[in-house]
């Protein structure tokens, strides 16, 4: 390998061995307030995150997960164990009942708790975000002006704006649920805003700092509540209909949303990589501006004049001022003090990001599609079955028998599988507010890599999950 | 100076520029740009392979060895992104760069 790339892929020091990770994955995952729930949000109760500890023991986190596992069921368990991580060290309280949420409050903060992610994340991190060692390569010798050309002709062509996902919610058969979906997925980011930036607030390095610093406050808000981003996004998501309490929406999240928010935790929290800080900042800063643009036009569009979209076109006017104060008052001045040695690190941080906005909309149009009913699942389910029971695909098959109430926590499968209820109901829910109901002898296609979660609405439901491996071989 | 983007594989994974053509290269030694002439007779260097057990790679045409320590330590720069690679060129960024096909050997595509 060349010179120059941190060792997020290479082993690091004090790894745990494969069963100890397993053993203190699942510990980590006992602690009560990351069971299961009965219900499918989480009530005003910032230290509720469901983690399926069910799986956790199954799920070898000790291998870098390659690109094409990157929205897979452990990656989506990774990054919900990462958040959960990183956010130990946030301040959370509720706005109220704080008495009935005192013991989850100590479970989620308690030293048992940090201790347990701290030796674990190590691995998540290298688990989750390993790939894009090969997914983004720097080489050769960059230099000043090679650096300076190469953000000009980035400049020069930049990205216009024009997102799939916004695209998806526009289009989507229902573009009021899309657009709600859309927006949940930035809440775990959004409603923290700016929380890994402060990270390296601390410590000394100069005059870069202070103008760090000044990012900071604005992102705060300089002091007054209303005008805090995180506070911004609170209104917009009201807006709309949709709840503002942390996690509210926690098992809707997709994996690459909390693996975007994750990543500039993993940049932040490890400050070996603090000049991929500065470049992924970089880009945040530069190409969101047009992206908060078409966030703004798309919520109009959707919802009309009630919709509070302050939080977007305030990003429009100030992020302008910060993509300025990154490159000329952070960027060059952090080179000019460690030398050109650092431009590699930088252009790496520039670039993943883009590769993880790539991956997050890709998922997230994917996911608007599903909750639309594309693929038709449930058209899939006679001759998907039929295939099955003629043996033409071999498809390993699971019976599962629940009472009324239980309720399967979202997750995805690595494989296509089909559903298929023997007896009672079943109600399959592929996002927020979209759903089917599956009664005795119906079934439906779940697609690889998609969100959903189910629960029992009969005394009792049979039902089968057949592994199928890629559903549309059994339609030849 | 002069930013190219191009493919690292299929049709238009090279870059010609001043009649010198550029190929991405991904070996066992690390990734770099290659400048896909050999120095001697002008040769295919797209198609060398690695003299065993060292960073040399052998011309087919006339077995003359080229050393890619260089180019992986001090080459031109450039970052991948999956499939895409942006370098930049110390040529004046009014120069023409066509981008066309070379078959790569196997050496060069690990
Ligand atoms: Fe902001
Ligand atoms: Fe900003």
Same mark, same amino acid.
């Given at each position: 390998m060349t010179s120059g790339r941190p060792p997020t892929h290479a082993p690091y020091p004090y790894p745990l061995s494969a069963d100890a990770l397993r053993e203190a994955v699942a510990q980590y995952g006992a602690?009560? +307030?990351y069971q299961d729930s009965a219900e499918w949000f989480n009530e005003d109760n910032p230290y509720r995150r469901q983690?399926?500890?069910?799986?956790l023991g199954h799920l070898d986190f000790s291998r870098v997960l390659p690109a094409s596992e990157i929205l897979g069921n452990s990656a989506l368990a990774a990054q919900r164990l990462l958040t959960s991580i990183y956010e130990a060290d946030m301040m959370y309280l509720p706005p109220t009942g704080f008495a009935e949420k005192r013991e989850d409050f100590s479970a989620f903060y308690n030293a048992s708790n940090r201790t347990l992610g701290e030796m674990i994340r190590p691995a998540l991190e290298r688990h989750a975000y390993g790939f894009l060692d090969d997914e983004v390569h720097v080489t050769g010798k960059w230099t000043r002006d090679s650096f300076r050309s190469y953000l000009e002709a980035f400049a020069e062509n930049?990205?216009?704006?024009?997102?799939p996902s916004i695209r998806a919610v526009e289009n989507s058969r229902d573009p009021e649920r899309a657009a709600r979906m859309y927006l949940l997925q930035f809440a775990a980011d959004f409603l923290s805003e700016a929380s890994p930036m402060v990270r390296n607030a601390l410590g000394n390095y100069g005059n870069p700092q202070s103008e760090w610093f000044k990012i900071i406050i604005d992102e705060y808000g300089y002091g007054v509540h209303e005008t805090k981003h995180s506070r911004l996004y609170e209104n917009t998501l009201e807006s709309v209909?949709?709840?503002?309490? +942390?996690?509210?929406y926690w098992q809707f999240y997709l994996s690459s949303s909390l693996m975007m928010n994750n990543y500039f935790h993993f940049l932040a929290k490890n400050h070996e990589n603090f000049f991929r800080h500065l470049g992924a900042l970089y880009y945040t800063e530069t190409a969101l501006i047009e992206d908060c643009r078409s966030q703004s036009k798309m919520m109009r569009k959707v919802?009309?004049?009630?919709?509070?979209v302050t939080y977007f076109d305030e990003h429009v006017h100030i992020d302008t001022h910060h993509s300025r104060m990154a490159i000329d008052k952070l960027i060059w001045p952090v080179i000019e003090q460690?030398?050109?040695?650092v431009i590699p690190d930088i252009v790496r941080g520039f670039e993943e990001l883009q590769a993880i906005n790539v991956i997050a909309d890709r998922d997230l149009v994917d996911q608007i599609r599903w909750m639309d009913g594309e693929p038709a699942g449930k058209d899939l389910h006679g001759p998907v079955r039929a295939a099955i029971d003629s043996g033409t695909v071999t498809a390993p098959v699971t019976r599962v028998v629940e009472p009324r109430g239980k309720l399967t926590n979202t997750f995805v499968h690595d494989e296509d599988v089909l559903c298929h209820v023997v007896s009672g109901t079943m109600k399959v829910v592929c996002g927020l507010d979209s759903h089917h109901i599956l009664e005795a002898g119906q079934g439906m296609v779940i697609p690889r890599q998609r969100l959903h979660g189910a629960s029992i609405e009969s005394e009792e439901c049979v039902y089968e999950i057949n592994s199928v491996g890629d559903y549309r071989k059994c339609l030849s | 100076m002069l930013v190219v983007t191009w493919e690292t %594989?299929?049709?238009?994974?090279c870059v010609v520029l001043a009649g010198k053509p550029y190929v991405y290269a991904r070996t066992t030694a690390g990734e770099f740009v290659l400048m896909?002439?050999?120095?001697?007779?002008?040769?295919?260097?797209?198609l060398a392979s690695f003299?065993?057990?060292?960073?040399r790679l052998v011309c087919p045409w006339h077995s003359r060895a080229t050393s890619v320590t260089k180019a992986l330590r001090a080459g031109i720069p450039a970052v991948r992104r999956g499939k895409r690679v942006t370098a930049v060129f %110390?040529?004046?960024?009014?120069e023409k760069a066509e981008i066309e096909y070379r078959p790569l050997s196997p050496d060069l595509v690990c």
């Open positions: 602690n009560p +307030v983690m399926r500890p069910q799986d930049p990205p216009n704006g024009d997102s209909g949709l709840r503002s309490d +942390v996690h509210h919802f009309g004049d009630s919709a509070d460690c030398g050109e040695g | %594989d299929g049709i238009g994974n896909a002439r050999c120095s001697h007779r002008g040769g295919p260097l797209h003299s065993p057990g060292t960073t %110390d040529v004046p960024a009014t």
